[in-house]
């Protein structure tokens, strides 16, 4: 499984962005989806999580601001993030998860600054 994360860039504090997570030939609707983020120096954290069954899960710092959802026609995985701040400044990485298997995209930039 090839994941593909797109639409991170440069925002001012305050606006949005949105992170699409896609993958050629395999259906993202039998993964456990999530977002990760990774700034420099810390660790990859948690930001986003949307189960295969249930309601989606987030970070206590992006409760509000992001929603994790699924677009199987376009067979994507998206995180709508508004509000944001400088503290969101990282790579944003999709993963899908299918029992004891982990798939990675390849992480997208994201950068809130004035």
């Known amino acids: 499984v090839q994941l593909q994360a797109s639409g991170g860039g440069l925002v001012q504090p305050g606006g949005s962005l949105r992170l699409s997570c896609t993958a050629s030939g395999t259906p993202l609707g039998m993964f456990d989806m999530a977002w990760y983020r990774q700034a420099p120096g810390k660790q990859r954290d948690l930001v986003a999580r949307l189960p295969i069954w249930g309601a989606a899960t987030y970070a206590d710092s992006v409760k509000g601001r992001f929603t994790i959802s699924r677009d199987s026609a376009k067979n994507t995985v998206n995180l709508q993030m508004d509000s944001l701040e400088a503290e969101d400044t990282a790579v944003y990485y999709c993963?899908?998860?299918?029992?004891?298997?982990?798939?990675w995209g390849q992480g997208t930039q994201v950068t809130v600054s004035s």
């Open positions: 993963r899908a998860g299918l029992n004891d298997r982990e798939y």
